[in-house]
Structures are given as C-alpha cells and as structure tokens.
C-alpha cells in the first residue's frame, strides 16, 4: 500500500530522533542501582570540523607509535637481559681457557649419567687425564704458549670421542672424558689409546722434545665406585699409578 505523503512527513522526525537522540542539557539522575548512569550525550563523528578530526587522529597516531617504541624497547631490554643471563651461565659452568665443562658441571653430568645407568642397567667410563712434565713448556715458552698448548689439547680430545661424550677441564692440565653409554673396560681402553694417540700426534715436534706426554687413568661404573666422587677418585688414583710405575699403562691391542 502506498504510504500517504502526510503520514510520511509525521515519520520522519520520529526515525531522526531514533538515530540521533537528543542531547539534553543537563545529565540525568542515577536510577536506584548507583553502579547504572545513562548515557545522556552521544558523540557523532559527522559534527566534527575536519580540522579537529585530523587533530584527534594525528593524536592516536602519536600514541600507537609511542606503544610501538616501548614495546620494542621492552622487548630488547628482556633479550639483552636473558643473553647476559646465559653468558654469565656459561662462565659459572665452563673454563675460560677452552670452554670446556668445568668440574662442577663435570660432576653434575657425571651424576645424571649414573641415574640413567642405573634405570637401562648400562656402564659409564671415565678417564683421568694428566699432561706429563706441562711445567716444562710454561718455564721454556712462558705461560702464553703454555695456554696455547692447553687449548690445542682441548681441541684434540673433543676430536677423539663421540658427540655425546663430555671433555672437561679439571684444573691446570688435567682433563677428564665421561664416557656414556660404556659396556666394558675393553672398550674404555681403547677409546684411551684413541685419545692418547691423538692428543699426542696434535703436540707439535718442539713439546715432544721436552718429554711432554699424556697419563690416563680409568674408572668404570659400578665396578670402581658408585658415585660421581667415587669414580673422580678411582680414575685419579689410577692414573697417578700409571705415572709413578705402580700400575700397568694402559694396554695395546
């Protein structure tokens, strides 16, 4: 049916007032629920200049590029913080040296190994490594080739055993390899004459002229001691056995 024009013309203030409510002068009283406040003015993009409108924009604008640089800024902060973490983490567990493991990540790792030991009912090896007459290349060199030196071992051991094996550095030249997993004193014999053999060809002609050698003690669990101390101490006195002729060096195939 066709709406008359009159009929038309009494609608169309009702329908502008829906979509525009008035804006009353002064606010309207809180109902009886205090946490309830009607709205009483509507803000309408449309009655903004364009002067105000680019005023309040360029504002939002600022203030997101300012978020922008804090967050970035937060976030740097945060990855700098956790890199230094990790450095310092580094120095407390490794040797300045070589950046090897030190002893007490040694004996942590040694610890671990015996867990995972004891739960597969599998052997770890341990060998006790000390360089023969070091103090020898420090008096005839001084103690920048003796670093030298120590560093040039370092390298030859992590060479000489498989990637899941740990190298550390004890103190001054003396060195221990954890072997795991290891199933017999056969095997951790000769995984030391490979480490002997190679530590050895890697010693230029100049340190071997000064009777520098290497000494390997070994200790395998459980057969020579229960714990991570136990063992350090066993491959210890085994190898300073070896020096002073008390006990056999390890045997050639």
């Given at each position: 049916a066709v709406v008359p024009d009159s009929q038309e013309r009494r609608r169309a203030p009702v329908l502008e007032e829906l979509r525009y409510p008035p804006l009353d002068d002064e606010p309207p009283l809180l109902r009886d629920d205090p946490f309830v406040v009607d709205v009483y003015k509507q803000m309408r993009w449309g009655d903004l200049d364009p002067p105000v409108l680019d005023g309040i924009l360029l504002i939002q604008a600022l203030v997101l590029l300012l978020l922008v640089r804090m967050a970035r800024e937060h976030f740097d902060h945060d990855r700098e913080r956790c890199r230094h973490e990790r450095h310092l983490l580094h120095l407390a567990s490794h040797d300045g040296l070589t950046g090897l493991p030190n002893r007490g990540l040694l004996l942590d790792r040694l610890d671990q190994a015996i867990l995972r030991a004891k739960r597969n009912a599998s052997g770890i090896g341990l060998l006790f490594m000390d360089l023969d007459r070091f103090k020898r290349v420090n008096d005839s060199y001084g103690h920048d080739a003796g670093d030298r030196f120590l560093m040039i071992v370092a390298d030859a051991l992590r060479q000489a055993v498989r990637a899941q094996d740990t190298v550390a550095r004890l103190s001054g030249d003396e060195f221990v390899v954890l072997l795991?997993?290891?199933e017999g004193r056969d095997e951790a014999e000769r995984v030391a004459r490979k480490v002997?053999?190679?530590?050895?060809?890697?010693?230029?002609?100049g340190y071997r002229e000064l009777g520098v050698g290497v000494s390997i003690g070994i200790a395998m669990y459980p057969d020579d001691g229960n714990d991570a101390h136990g063992l350090l101490r066993y491959a210890d006195s085994h190898m300073y056995g070896i020096k002073r002729g008390c006990r056999p060096a390890i045997p050639r195939p």
């Open positions: 795991e997993p290891m002997k053999e190679t530590v050895m060809e890697s010693i230029c002609t």
